[in-house]
T-cell receptor
Framework: LAKTTQPISMDSYEGQEVNITCSHN???????ITWYQQFPSQGPRFIIQ?????VTNEVASLFIPADRKSSTLSLPRVSLSDTAVYYC??????????????WGAGTKLIIKP | EAGVVQSPRYKIIEKKQPVAFWCNPI?????LYWYRQNLGQGPELLIR????????DSQLPKDRFSAERLKGVDSTLKIQPAELGDSAVYLC????????????FGQGTRLTVV
């Protein structure tokens, strides 16, 4: 199971674009990359999932370079309500019946006014 | 569509007492997870069910923890007896068959053992 490395914390300001990078040097061929967001006193919430290149939804974009050894979650024009912990996970959900998500400590993002 | 429902939201018990948590996953989701989350850490998987079968319980402390998922829908997680170190948030999540890597979480149960 691939291990991920993320910054422990980041600060930014309202209206800015925030990019959180996750390193996963040992990612396997079949592994997908999934990002979650967690607010205090709530369970994590799925944000985005991708395999390669770029994925975009109404919340964020996920950039994955060709070697897939890292990925970047991009949050456009953040607001105070984007203050949360963001988790990056890698794994092979569609193929591995023993698939197990391993969660790190995540990145604590603080948005300032 | 209703999300994952957990109860209770908060529970305070004395050590050595039993406690149980209940989870109702999203309708139609085959996969159900129980996680434990300590302050400042990511969730730690305790057990994963595929329908009513526990397919991964390697991280479940079986001497005091037990879980069941009757009829492949609702699930309960029990601790007996509870220890001080069991204080944590217990999260339930579920995934649909075609999106196993995407888990939908409940709000969790915050357990305090005193």
């Amino acid at each position: 199971l691939a291990k991920t490395t993320q910054p422990i914390s980041m600060d930014s300001y309202e209206g800015q674009e925030v990019n959180i990078t996750c390193s996963h040097n040992n990612i396997a061929t079949n592994d997908y990359i999934t990002w979650y967001q967690q607010f205090p006193s709530q369970g994590p919430r799925f944000i985005i999932q991708g395999y390669k290149t770029k994925v975009t939804n109404e919340v964020a974009s996920l950039f994955i370079p060709a070697d897939r050894k890292s990925s970047t979650l991009s949050l456009p024009r953040v607001s105070l309500s984007d203050t949360a912990v963001y988790y990056c996970l890698v794994g092979d959900p569609p193929m591995d019946s023993n698939y197990q998500l391993i969660w790190g400590a995540g990145t604590k993002l603080i948005i300032k006014p | 569509e209703a999300g994952v429902v957990q109860s209770p939201r908060y529970k305070i018990i004395e050590k050595k007492q039993p406690v149980a948590f209940w989870c109702n996953p999203i309708s139609g989701h085959n996969t159900l997870y129980w996680y434990r989350q300590n302050l400042g850490q990511g969730p730690e998987l305790l057990i994963r069910y595929e329908n009513e079968e526990a397919v991964d319980d390697s991280q479940l402390p079986k001497d005091r923890f037990s879980a069941e998922r009757l009829k492949g829908v609702d699930s309960t997680l029990k601790i007996q007896p509870a220890e001080l170190g069991d204080s944590a948030v217990y999260l339930c999540a579920s995934s649909p068959r075609d999106r196993v890597g995407v888990a939908f979480f409940g709000q969790g149960t915050r357990l305090t053992v005193v």
